[in-house]
């Protein structure tokens, strides 16, 4: 066993430890900080691990799905603790994890896997195919409640809303349908370039890879605790700055998909764009196909207030980044100038938000 997989396996660990240490208050936010970092490059490790022995694309659905499910028990926590700004949390961290997701995430996956020619390829029909789907989420679940007259304000009624959770998971499921089952060769890599480079390394057997996938969902708990803790000294911050709330969401949306981020731009780095890509739309995908649901669920349940609808800044950039993001992947061959528009996407985003 290498020294890079021994530390892989210990780090959840020892994040465990941490937020033991926390609990009894022996750490301190700075600490949990740290090794909230090393979690995650443990759990990205995993991931890629258990990844590379199941094959595309089941293999970039796995920290989809379970990044997803640790997103949700952070709003629903937060939510809870915190029920006078309950309403906008959901709104503000799916929001925010899209934008990150279409601008930021992209934009640096596929200015990494232009540097190694000029056009980077992938298959046009997979990437349009979620891109399609994603617009139709988003749209459904954070613009439409702005326009409906049953309830005054940016919600649903609870029948419209129950409506639209059903219809998001209906169509993520379909969406998975035609993944991994219905036309998986949309989503596989294309050319021999990519295809040498998902043959880089030999997988791990079968032992290696179970104890892998254990120790993400291990890794992936600490990070959502972790992350938990680091919340109110978090909101704290943001308070006694006077910013705008909706920096909490980012921030939350920012630390839940690292592990999926860092994962994503090292396959762009690697000329693996088509994998890149899997990861970064299905994520998206799962961040309101999945969340939406759950979410809605909880605030019946619980009887919390949920505010959906997005301001019109808000939409104006939402808008702005689904065109964008269609003619990015349109023709299935995307250069440098194409990351660097959604990257300036995403600064105007920060912008706005930080100065709205």
Not at 31 to 57: C, D, M, N
Not at 108 to 125: D, N, P, S, V, Y
Not at 143 to 156: A, C, D, E, S
Not at 189 to 194: N, R, S, T, V
Request: aromatic fraction near 6%; include cysteine; charged fraction near 10%.
């Amino acid at each position: 066993m290498t020294f890079a997989r021994l530390a892989s396996l210990l780090m959840p660990i020892v994040g465990w430890l941490v937020l033991a240490a926390t609990a009894v208050g022996l750490s301190s936010p700075l600490l949990v900080g740290i090794f909230l970092i090393g979690v995650v490059i443990a759990a990205v490790h995993h991931a890629e691990t258990v990844a590379h022995r199941v094959g595309e694309p089941f293999g970039t659905l796995i920290l989809a799905v379970a990044v997803t499910v640790i997103e949700v028990g952070l709003i629903v926590s937060l939510m809870l603790a915190n029920r006078e700004g309950a309403a906008t949390l959901a709104r503000d961290t799916v929001f925010a994890a899209c934008m990150i997701i279409l601008n930021l995430l992209l934009g640096l996956c596929l200015i990494g896997a232009a540097r190694h020619q000029k056009e980077a390829r992938f298959t046009r029909t997979g990437a349009t195919a979620a891109l399609s789907t994603l617009a139709t989420l988003t749209i459904l679940t954070l613009v439409l409640p702005n326009h409906t007259t049953t309830v005054t304000g940016p919600i649903y009624s609870p029948p419209q809303l129950a409506f639209v959770a059903a219809l998001s998971l209906l169509l993520y499921l379909t969406f998975v349908f035609v993944q991994t089952v219905g036309n998986r060769d949309y989503f596989l890599p294309k050319g021999d370039l990519q295809a040498n480079a998902e043959a880089h390394a030999e997988p791990l057997s079968v032992k290696a890879t179970w104890l892998s996938f254990g120790a993400l969902v291990v890794s992936l708990g600490a990070v959502v605790l972790m992350a938990k803790s680091l919340s109110a000294p978090l909101e704290s911050a943001v308070a006694a700055a006077n910013a705008p709330r909706a920096l909490v969401g980012i921030a939350i949306a920012a630390i839940v998909l690292l592990p999926e981020s860092v994962a994503a731009v090292r396959a762009a780095r690697a000329n693996r764009l088509q994998t890149s890509l899997n990861l970064a739309l299905g994520s998206a995908l799962a961040t309101i196909g999945l969340t939406i649901p759950a979410v809605t669920v909880t605030s019946f349940a619980l009887g919390l207030p949920l505010a959906l609808g997005l301001d019109g800044k808000g939409t104006v950039l939402l808008s702005l980044t689904l065109l964008i993001g269609a003619l990015s992947l349109a023709r299935g061959r995307t250069t440098v100038l194409h990351g660097a528009v959604h990257l300036v996407i995403f600064g105007a985003y920060l912008l706005t938000t930080v100065l709205p």
